[in-house]
């Protein structure tokens, strides 16, 4: 069984930054991608930023230059790296990972993290 557990969401005024994290474990045989996706209210679910194997990452061209992404190999965790936020970033960030187990290769997501920004 796999978990993901997610942190780092909150309320930022425009300008500010956070940090969001998310850690898989379980029975985990490999780790294809790790990224993040966010759903605005009344908005279809869009993809902010990704880390494939050999550390290639994606980006929305409206997080470019502001938002980076990580891997900690070791502990199974992405990270979220927000700057300069503005009130458009404004939406739950959801982790997703493609990852192998004994039985198969599936997406894993996680609950959800609300990211507010003011202005």
């Known amino acids: 069984q796999v978990q993901l557990v997610e942190s780092g969401g909150g309320l930022v005024q425009a300008g500010g930054s956070l940090r969001l994290s998310c850690t898989a474990s379980?029975?985990?045989?490999?780790?294809?991608?790790m990224g993040w996706y966010r759903q605005a209210p009344g908005k279809q679910r869009e993809l902010v930023a990704n880390?494939?194997?050999?550390?290639?990452?994606n980006y929305a061209d409206s997080v470019k230059g502001r938002f980076t992404i990580s891997r900690d190999n070791a502990k199974n965790t992405v990270y979220l790296q927000m700057n300069s936020l503005k009130p458009e970033d404004t939406a739950v960030y959801y982790c997703?990972?493609?990852?192998?187990?004994?039985?198969?290769?599936?997406?894993?997501w996680g609950q959800g993290t609300q990211v507010t920004v003011s202005s």
């Open positions: 997703k990972v493609v990852l192998g187990t004994r039985a198969r290769v599936a997406d894993y």
């Open positions: 880390i494939i194997s050999g550390g290639i990452t």
């Open positions: 379980g029975s985990i045989f490999s780790i294809y991608s």
